[in-house]
């Protein structure tokens, strides 16, 4: 039985206007329509779907009922509360973004609205069926946001909207932020994912964004800094909800999404978001310079957002635990774009038993753990200035296939090679084969600090 008692009865005094007029009028007044309510979804109609309703209005077949509401006390701009994708196809239409296939006597012919126009145009005879064509129209007086988001969702019924719109519909001051984040950081690597998240349809871009917020710096903004998360469908509505309360506790429901100037005043200068979203930034920057050593590869590889994901989560999380800063990454670009790309290659290997795209804790954190295997792996390579292996079989060989350092075995897995003497304390280039362990216990330790190196030094004068 439906018992939901949340919503109020409509009086008769906030009863809405029913009204029918000419869709000439409509066109006249597309300005003032705003498709881009907080609780609306993105552009979800492909070009097929936009054909057809023109082509419905050009047949006199009667479409759907829009409804407005105004968007505030003052204004006489109104929220297009539903009907977003019919009013965007008749305002694209009317601007000639795209043409519709139809038969002027038995001839087929791309018609655009020039074309209506145009008194000479064989087609022109279509503008009165146009411009005369009938819309039913429900025009609400002022609502809060809440209570347009519920008249939204009675209308729709839920059953238009997927997982990620419910979410967002229902939480649209997380909504508001996502999107601006979205657009804001995600702009120079946009390429890199499919024409759905990059344009943002159907709110997958901003769930993308969301994901990733999770991984870095939890499920709400007052979480502790990384750990691996759950991204389910049940953990993601959980977080929104997180969002969306502290979101309205510090007022951010007070500033409109067009509102750019305010948006980032709010965001940069508050302290509980500036930190998270410096390290949101900075992987992706981290993300978008390591993949511009191979952009051609970028293209061929079409990487998927849940690989995108991982590595971004993953750089995330370094940065967050200061295992890792933007400049630090930047002078080693070419490490971490190597990292990258045998990350890839992995996990198109072990598909199967890493689970690439599920977003369960377990698979996340089995994840986690093999790129933290391989990036072990590449920043050993990496502990020194690059070195052919030649020179790494050479030093091998001068020390006997021991480390000098721990004096353990010295194999191709884990051979590396660092400075005798540091380089931060005005070392010469001379390079020496260690261990994995000697290395990382060697550290910028000098030769009066190990005994064993100091040996090896002495040996080799």
Avoid at 163 to 181: P, R, S
Wanted: aromatic share 12%; net charge positive; proline share 3%.
């Amino acid at each position: 039985m439906f018992n939901n008692f949340d919503s109020e009865v409509i009086d008769d005094k906030n009863a809405p206007d029913i009204k029918s007029m000419p869709l000439e009028m409509l066109v006249q007044h597309l300005l003032e329509y705003d498709t881009n309510a907080p609780y609306q979804r993105g552009r979800v109609w492909t070009k097929k779907y936009r054909v057809e309703l023109i082509r419905s209005i050009l047949k006199n077949i009667p479409i759907n009922t829009f409804h407005f509401v105004c968007k505030d006390k003052r204004s006489n701009t109104q929220w297009v509360l539903d009907g977003k994708q019919r009013i965007e196809t008749i305002r694209a239409f009317c601007n000639n973004e795209f043409r519709v296939p139809v038969k002027v006597l038995g001839e087929p012919f791309y018609l655009n609205y020039s074309n209506l126009l145009d008194n000479k145009h064989k087609c022109s005879y279509l503008r009165n069926t146009f411009n005369h064509f009938q819309i039913n129209s429900v025009h609400w007086k002022y609502m809060s946001y809440d209570e347009q988001r519920d008249v939204f969702i009675i209308i729709n019924n839920s059953t238009d909207l997927n997982n990620n719109e419910k979410i967002y519909c229902e939480h649209y001051n997380l909504q508001k932020l996502l999107i601006f984040l979205f657009d804001e950081y995600f702009g120079s690597i946009k390429s890199v994912f499919s024409k759905q998240i990059s344009e943002n349809k159907r709110f997958t871009g901003i769930r993308l964004a969301h994901q990733l917020l999770i991984l870095i710096s939890g499920y709400g903004l007052m979480d502790e800094p990384y750990c691996a998360r759950d991204l389910t469908p049940k953990k993601i509505r959980e977080s929104a909800q997180q969002y969306e309360g502290k979101l309205l506790e510090l007022g951010f429901n007070e500033i409109l999404p067009d509102d750019k100037d305010a948006m980032k005043k709010f965001v940069f200068e508050n302290k509980i978001f500036k930190t998270k979203f410096d390290i949101l930034k900075s992987a992706i920057m981290v993300f978008e310079r390591a993949i511009s050593f191979k952009s051609e590869a970028v293209r061929k590889a079409k990487l998927d957002a849940n690989f995108v994901l991982d590595v971004l989560g993953f750089f995330g999380g370094k940065i967050a635990n200061k295992e890792m800063t933007k400049a630090c990454a930047n002078e080693r670009m070419e490490m971490v774009n190597e990292f990258i790309w045998k990350w890839y290659d992995y996990k198109n290997k072990n598909k199967d038993t890493l689970k690439k795209t599920s977003t369960q804790k377990s698979w996340i954190e089995a994840r986690i753990k093999a790129m933290e295997k391989i990036w072990g792996e590449v920043v050993g390579n990496y502990t020194c200035n690059p070195t052919t292996q030649a020179q790494k079989n050479l030093a091998l060989l001068k020390t006997d296939s021991n480390c000098p350092i721990t004096g353990a075995c010295i194999t191709a897995d884990n051979v590396q090679l660092d400075h005798v003497i540091p380089t931060s304390v005005g070392g010469p280039t001379t390079l020496v084969a260690v261990s994995d362990v000697g290395n990382l216990k060697k550290s910028n330790l000098t030769l009066d600090n190990l005994s064993g190196l100091k040996k090896y030094v002495n040996a080799n004068n």
